[in-house]
């Protein structure tokens, strides 16, 4: 889970549904209409899942509610209720709808908060909640890995593949630091890092991916 910049226009085909007026349905919106919405995710999201970070494709993916219809229908058509999720039974979207009453507030939304104030991921695979959070950020932490199930459904080794390669980076660079004067090894593990982190910002698991390179590293 990574901030997200919302474009502040919502898709044209969106903007003429009304909630009370109108139901979500297999044909409303239409299919050009969820083209449009998708379009502007995608955009938005990378063609990755807004809270596991997998890649998703048309085939494994819907558009998620955040707040639940049948908990907040006036949120029906509200653009910025609106987030791709990827399919995966057991995790993300299809778990938050299953896993019971909560707060709507406890769970971060990644459009409206920094993930990387809540959240870190670890080389193993592992998500935590950030260190030394005051008790209501460790809660929402807690919360988010709780109701999305991001621990689970097969996404720790998941993210643990997409990392393992930076993994070995980043004992390159501490064997740099241990054999050559910090004058000499520094500025080019720093060249190094900013470039692998400009390569790899697309990539499903990318706050994985940062977060080995950056929290594991020199």
């Known amino acids: 889970m990574h901030r997200l910049h919302r474009d502040p226009l919502a898709p044209a ?19 050009a209409e969820r083209g449009e919405i998708w379009a502007k995710l995608d955009a938005m999201q ?45 995790i993300c979207g299809r ?14 939304k990644p459009d409206v908060d920094d993930p990387d104030e809540f959240l870190m991921f670890d080389p ?5 909640p950030k260190a030394g959070l005051p008790a209501g950020k460790q809660h929402r932490a807690q919360e988010t890995i709780r109701i999305l199930n991001l621990s689970g459904g097969g996404l720790p080794h998941m993210r643990k593949a997409a990392a393992c390669g930076y993994v070995q980076l980043v004992e ?15 500025p080019i593990v720093e060249q190094e890092l900013a470039q692998e982190l400009a390569n790899t910002v697309h990539l499903p698991f990318a706050t ?3 977060h080995t390179l950056t929290r594991v590293g020199p």
């Open 13 to 31: 085909g969106l903007r003429r549904y009304q909630y009370g007026r109108d139901t979500w349905s297999m044909q409303s919106p239409t299919s």
């Open 46 to 90: 990378g063609s990755r899942c807004a809270y596991c970070e997998a890649e998703i494709s048309e085939g494994d993916r819907h558009i998620e509610h955040f707040r639940q219809r049948s908990r907040y229908p006036q949120g029906t058509f509200d653009w910025s209720n609106l987030f791709g999720s990827c399919g995966r039974d057991g």
């Open 95 to 108: 778990h938050k709808d299953q896993c019971g009453p909560y707060p709507h507030t406890d769970l971060i």
């Open 124 to 128: 193993q695979g592992g998500v935590h």
């Open 172 to 186: 390159q660079w501490a064997a740099y630091a241990s054999e050559f004067p910090e004058e000499e090894w520094r």
């Open 208 to 210: 994985a991916i940062r």
